[in-house]
């Protein structure tokens, strides 16, 4: 098992910029591949971002959702436990609830990941 807790969350305005983190515990974190979802009211969850598993010598690849592009990076520290999101340029179409998910290798889709975090909310204000 694989317990991840999203933190920072939050009210921004538009232009604005914020980072959430995702503590990670249980099994191996760098075995991992983790990644962003979002779900916005009244919408269906989609993909924001993920980052490779880290495999020593073996470089870290991220992929971004093509509306999250030069705005977002995403990035690990398995000393920590952690993935970040760095979310700059903010847009009102940004608001939603953000989760922090792991899977065994980078995933787009839902059924493609193992876990879930339990998410943090996002609103950016015009």
């Known amino acids: 098992q694989v317990q991840l807790v999203e933190s920072g969350g939050g009210l921004v305005q538009a232009g604005g910029s914020l980072r959430l983190s995702c503590a990670a515990s249980?099994?191996?974190?760098?075995?991992?591949?983790m990644g962003w979802f979002r779900q916005a009211p009244g919408k269906e969850r989609e993909f924001v971002a993920a980052?490779?598993?880290?495999?020593?010598?073996?470089?870290?690849?991220?992929v971004y959702a093509d509306s999250v592009k030069g705005r977002f990076t995403i990035s690990r520290d398995n000393a920590k436990n952690t993935v970040y999101l760095q979310m700059n340029s903010l847009k009102p179409e940004d608001t939603a609830v953000y989760y922090c998910t792991a899977a065994p290798k980078i995933a787009y889709s839902d059924s493609e990941i193992d876990y879930w975090g339990k998410g943090t909310l996002v609103t950016v204000s015009s």
């Open positions: 980052i490779s598993r880290n495999l020593g010598s073996i470089r870290i690849s991220t």
């Open positions: 249980g099994r191996t974190f760098s075995n991992y591949a």
